[in-house]
């Protein structure tokens, strides 16, 4: 069974998994995410994190 949690992308820790469900944030910087790849139904996965951001990769 799939543990489901809300939480922010911050939130997570290294070496774990979520689905993005929406991407919150307006203009430029929301679109740069979209851009990115960062849609709802994305699966993530952190391989880093540093303190100004968090690394992650589309699988």
Not at 40 to 55: D, I, Y
Request: aromatic share 4%; net charge positive; no cysteine.
């Amino acid at each position: 069974m799939i543990e489901v949690i809300d939480k922010t992308l911050n939130m997570l820790e290294i070496g774990q998994r979520a689905r993005v469900i929406q991407v919150k944030g307006k203009g430029s910087s929301r679109k740069r995410l979209l851009d990115m790849g960062m849609v709802p139904g994305t699966v993530l996965s952190v391989t880093k994190k540093l303190l100004w951001e968090t690394r992650w990769i589309s699988n």
